[in-house]
């Protein structure tokens, strides 16, 4: 059985805006009927690591805000601290890193609470199901929360392929040893050919794997290497690449969804997911910078479903037409364009996964809400 995605595009006119279009979205879905008053409602997005522009805009973010106050709920927005260097790994740094882009209180009317506290530790257990994991460790304000709004910003991801509700929820929810529980099976590797000894991968490992040796060539140390894939995205030369081993390539994807699920059976029948298929950046928002989009502006999504929304953003991301001078710009007349920019990953893994495991289903109805 289909599950419904509610859809917008991005074309507006008087008096219906982008931000009304949220709105409108968040009604259809149906959110408010799930929230009481006086929940505690985590609002659970990425604010985006300084220097880059691709996330959610905070005017968007406050239109849901504003819809959850108005059943009498009280919002917060959240994310957990990262396991990779950087200006969100604790919780002063990524409270810092929220208002410089934008997420204060004047502008989006609810506090930023980073979700496993100050070190990255604050977290609860959760008892699932999984086939690769029987327990998770969710940040503790996300685990703690009465429900959830989950707003995920729709990218390319070099380890997943792309980032949605999955991994958005998945990834991002849980505390830093949960994020390296998941990372664990992937092993990159240096290509000797290709690296010029800059150091940078060395400065961004946060396990300390890293190093150059006298021949001028990194060096990954296996034994304190986390798996995080960090140092692949940081190296300018291309010259650090996973090593897919054998029945690891869907381990990272895997565990992800299996977080998912922990994370929605805290609050079952409580959560909502909007994915905003906007500035389709190849990397995650997770980096200081982003590169082009891959692909036009198209829209937004909503479902209560985390699955069929990922699942639908990622066709109308397939569909759509690969913009010149992006990362894709040779797979114009390419029917997967997410493959085309990570073609070692196969992307669908999580979606297939998260459907095993009853977190949803990859059959959904598309909606059409407010399209002008």
Sequence with gaps: MSSK????????????SLVDKVGLLFDAAGFSKFLSR?????????????????????????????RVKAVGARPFLTDSNTLYV???????????????????????????????????HEHMKVAIEGVRLKEVRIGAAIAQADAMIALSHFKGHEATGFGGALKNVGMGSASRTGKQEQ???????????????????????????LSVGEDRKARIDPERCIGCAECTITCNNRAIRVQWGEG?????????????????????????????VMNVSPQCDCYAWNDAPIV????????EDP????????????????????????????????????????????????????LGT?????VEVGVV
């Excluded at 995605?5 to 219906?16: D, K, P």
């Excluded at 364009?337 to 009853?358: M, N």
């Excluded at 990859?362 to 598309?366: F, G, I, T």
């Design 296 to 303: 036009p502006n198209i829209g937004i999504l909503a479902s």
């Design 248 to 276: 690891q390539e869907g381990s990272l994807q895997e565990k992800m969804a299996e977080y998912a699920l922990g994370v929605v059976k805290t609050k079952e029948g409580k959560c909502g997911f909007m994915n905003f």
């Design 183 to 209: 990372h664990s099976g992937l092993k990159p590797a240096v290509r000797p050919e290709k690296c010029t000894g800059c150091g940078r991968c060395v400065r961004w490992c946060p396990a300390g794997a």
């Design 362 to 366: 990859r059959e959904y109805a598309l």
């Design 86 to 120: 950087g200006r969100r790994s604790n919780a002063v740094d990524h409270t810092v890193s929220a208002l410089e882009n934008g997420f204060t209180y004047a502008t989006v009317g609810a506090p930023f609470i980073v979700a496993d506290g100050l070190g990255g």
């Design 307 to 358: 699955v069929a929304i990922d699942a639908a953003s990622a066709d109308l991301v397939n569909h759509a037409h690969a913009l010149p001078g992006s990362a894709i710009s040779h797979a114009e007349h390419s029917a997967d364009k997410l493959a085309a920019l990570y073609p070692e990953v196969d992307w669908t893994v999580q979606l297939r996964h998260a459907e095993r495991i009853g």
């Design 38 to 66: 006086e929940d505690l409602v985590a609002i659970k997005l990425h604010v985006g690591e300084p220097g880059n522009l691709a996330y959610i805009h905070p005017p968007l973010v406050r239109k849901v805000v504003d």
């Design 5 to 16: 995605v509610y859809f917008t595009n991005m074309r507006t006119r008087s008096g219906l």
